[in-house]
């Protein structure tokens, strides 16, 4: 469904939904101006988003010959439906370059083998790790193909009409996450960079040694814009945007508290292990009976919270056929010094 929720610029939301996702839905936006339009994001390359992406599109009656595509990072629910949106279309995709690096490294399926070794390193069975071939969104959901895409970097411009929409780069959630920011209205289109009623997930990446530092960083720097909207991925938006800023930072000071207990109680386990003594949001199931991809998901971020703590000297990780972590200081110290790096991030 297509629906109109903001003037000057002309701002249109199609609602995509996202089956069996507990994400729930894409907001797709449309930006138009003087017969030129800007689609920000696709969904799942899945039927039930097609349909619902093809419809709201079709209501808006763009012309084709002057809309654009501009994808906020390499997630399968934001770029899953990129080539069918735009094939045959003269339009250009935009998106960051390392996340469409990526993309084509997905599609070329070295890097899935080597996220499979990682997280059979990391604790998951051969036998989990197949079922995941077949079961995880990232993959089954994911374009059909490689596309061609302008590359875009922090503060590069794009314009709709009269109105010029600045790319942010706030890598953390994905190496090349983008938001876009129109400074003459204050609006900050936040990707999954800020998301008000769920937390983004920020998990381990081959590109970065420090991701969850960097999503930390990435918000102190989209705090310093002065945003009066702000248009999240998923989901709604009901609260001040600085509000929910400091309220994801806490969030992952909590879960670094939790990381380090765990680790004390636990020393020398691989993430799943860690991760399963967690406190994770499963509406009453335990750690065993949570969906196997979304196992995926909190392990993945759990490396993220690990890389954090090794990276500042405070844990170690031993490699073997099972990973092990270890704290290097007290957990008593170790929950110190996180107080007295979160300063930097308050």
Request: charged residues 25%; aromatic residues 10%; hydrophobic residues 40%.
């Amino acid at each position: 469904m297509l629906k109109k929720i903001y003037e000057e610029p002309n701002i249109f939301q199609i609602d995509v939904p996202l089956p069996d996702n507990p994400l729930k839905n894409l907001n797709c936006y449309i930006i138009q101006d003087k017969g030129e339009t800007l689609i920000v994001d696709t969904g799942f390359n899945r039927p039930e988003c097609e349909e619902a992406l093809l419809a709201g599109l079709k209501e808006l009656d763009a012309n084709w010959n002057r809309t654009d595509l501009f994808l906020t990072h390499l997630h399968s629910d934001h770029t899953g439906l990129a080539p069918v949106v735009m094939e045959g279309k003269p339009g250009k995709i935009y998106i960051s370059a390392i996340d469409h690096d990526i993309l084509a490294q997905h599609k070329d399926g070295h890097r899935w083998a080597a996220a499979d070794e990682l997280y059979y390193k990391e604790g998951f069975t051969r036998e989990q790790l197949a079922e995941l071939r077949i079961s995880n969104p990232a993959r089954g959901l994911a374009p059909a193909k490689y596309f061609d895409a302008v590359h875009v970097a922090d503060g590069d411009e794009i314009r709709v009409g009269r109105w010029v929409f600045t790319c942010v780069f706030v890598p953390g959630h994905t190496p090349g996450q983008m938001c876009l920011y129109c400074k003459e209205k204050k609006l900050m289109f936040t990707a999954d960079h800020i998301l008000f009623d769920i937390t983004p997930n920020i998990t381990h990446w081959a590109e970065a040694e420090d991701s969850l530092g960097d999503y930390l960083d990435s918000l102190v720097k989209i705090r310093s814009y002065e945003m009066e909207t702000a248009f999240p991925a998923h989901r709604k938006n009901e609260m001040d945007v600085y509000v929910r800023i400091a309220q994801i930072i806490e969030h992952h000071l909590v879960r670094m508290q939790e990381t380090v207990e765990a680790l004390s109680a636990h020393p020398n386990s691989h993430a799943t292990e860690i991760a399963a003594h967690l406190k994770w949001s499963m509406r009453g199931k335990t750690w065993a009976e949570f969906p196997l991809s979304q196992r995926w998901f909190a392990v993945g971020e759990t490396m993220a919270h690990l890389d954090f703590l090794v990276v500042r000297g405070m844990a170690e990780k031993t490699e073997g056929e099972r990973n092990a972590y270890r704290l290097l200081l007290s957990a008593e110290a170790c929950n110190q010094k996180l107080e007295e790096i979160w300063e930097k991030y308050r």
